[in-house]
């Protein structure tokens, strides 16, 4: 007989994109920003490593909640550091939903808070997009009227699109707690703001956010969370007494401060976006026009998962989802590919691969 609990032993956990160690990688699957951090993120943690490791780090990390305290005219006390925002989803999870209760989130979206809910015990229902990737408001309210936790990411993944604070708003849950997944959120064309919290159902609103992807230090494994400090209160009784290391703090806090790297490096990005857009459009995809640093592509007759499967051949890797259980997308649902914004050079390097793909597959395939 197994020992683990019946919810652990139900699920196949949560699978990441590929990790490969060495070098020689185009990787323009998992969403890491290509360029180093600042330097003053880097200088931050060198020098915190010299400095009195053999001590425990701060636990609340105030240093860090002060910073993002003054950046968003808020108090302190609304901010909630974490091992990476991973870890705010799970001190979610664990403070609002019981077993047995119900959480929703969009799908197509982000697969791991099912997974995270599923761990809990907790069951997940889902508020199914339409093919425009927005939401089904009529079916979405009949959904959030039980859920405890309703999670959406802004922008949503594999998608990039963005949501408006009006969409989002309809979508707080009557008896729970709305959680808006930002991790995305410094890639869009006018980045995220804290305008939300501020709305009536703001003291049920819960933002996430990342070092991971906008500062270049998903290594470094920081993320936050912005809420309403009799949330927050709760929420830290849950979490782990130093749940953020000393290096992570030190580091998040040098990044979070240099806003003028943020700016610099979120334009290229963007710049990128819109150059790789034209050029996957121009070569017969169906581009989604993105907010993030990623485009999801499909393509009307060629095969997704081969074309996968030679870019990954040729050492260039992305992603193929699939999304069988999303009807508005068709019988058999969604399935595409989602790319990175990578530098200029790893982009021209998959562009050029991508074209040689295409161009022998047409051949063998006639
Ligand atoms: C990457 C990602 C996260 C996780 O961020 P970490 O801080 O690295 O744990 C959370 N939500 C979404 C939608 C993401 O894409």
Redesign the pocket.
């Known amino acids: 007989m197994s020992p683990f609990r019946p919810a652990v032993d139900a699920i196949e956990g949560y699978v990441p994109g590929e990790q490969p160690q060495e070098t020689g990688w185009v990787k323009l699957n998992?969403?890491e920003n290509p360029y180093p951090p600042s330097q003053q993120a880097i200088e931050a943690i060198v020098g915190k490593a010299n400095d009195r490791l053999n001590v425990y780090p701060d636990p609340l990390a105030r240093g860090f909640c002060q910073l993002v305290a003054e950046q968003m005219d808020l108090d302190p006390e609304w901010i909630l550091p974490a091992n990476?925002?991973?870890?705010n989803?799970t001190i979610l999870l664990r403070s609002f939903v019981e077993p047995g209760e119900q959480i929703a989130c969009p799908y197509p979206s982000?697969i791991?808070y099912e997974t995270l809910a599923a761990i809990q015990g907790a069951g997940t229902q889902r508020l199914l997009l339409n093919a425009d990737w927005s939401f089904d408001f009529a079916a979405a309210e009949r959904t959030i009227a039980n859920s405890k936790l309703v999670l959406v990411?802004n922008p949503n993944?594999p998608s990039g699109t963005k949501w408006s604070h009006d969409d989002l708003l309809r979508l707080v849950p009557p008896k729970g707690v709305f959680v808006l997944?930002e991790?995305?959120g410094a890639f869009a064309d006018n980045p995220h703001d804290g305008s939300v919290l501020q709305s009536e159902a703001g003291r049920r609103i819960v933002m996430?956010r990342?070092?991971?992807?906008a500062f270049s230090l998903?290594g470094l494994?920081?993320?936050y969370a912005i809420a309403h400090p009799d949330l927050i209160r709760g929420m830290r009784k849950v979490k782990d007494s130093y749940n953020c290391d000393a290096l992570a703090i030190a580091g998040a806090t040098a990044a979070l401060a240099d806003t003028e790297w943020l700016t610099e490096t979120t334009a290229k990005i963007r710049a990128t976006r819109r150059r790789l857009s034209a050029a996957l459009a121009e070569l017969g995809f169906e581009v989604t026009p993105s907010q993030a640093n990623f485009v999801w592509v499909t393509h009307p007759d060629r095969n997704h998962q081969s074309i996968y499967q030679s870019l990954k051949e040729n050492r260039v890797l992305i992603r193929y989802m699939q999304y069988p259980e999303a009807p508005a997308f068709g019988a058999h649902g969604l399935d595409g590919l989602r790319i990175t914004i990578g530098t200029d050079a790893e982009i021209d390097r998959f562009l050029d691969v991508l074209r040689i793909v295409l161009g022998r597959d047409s051949t063998s395939n006639v």
Do not use: H, I, M, Q
């Open positions: 998992t969403n990476g925002s991973d870890e989803l982000y791991l990411p993944s997944d991790a995305y996430t990342t070092v991971s992807k998903a494994r920081f993320g």
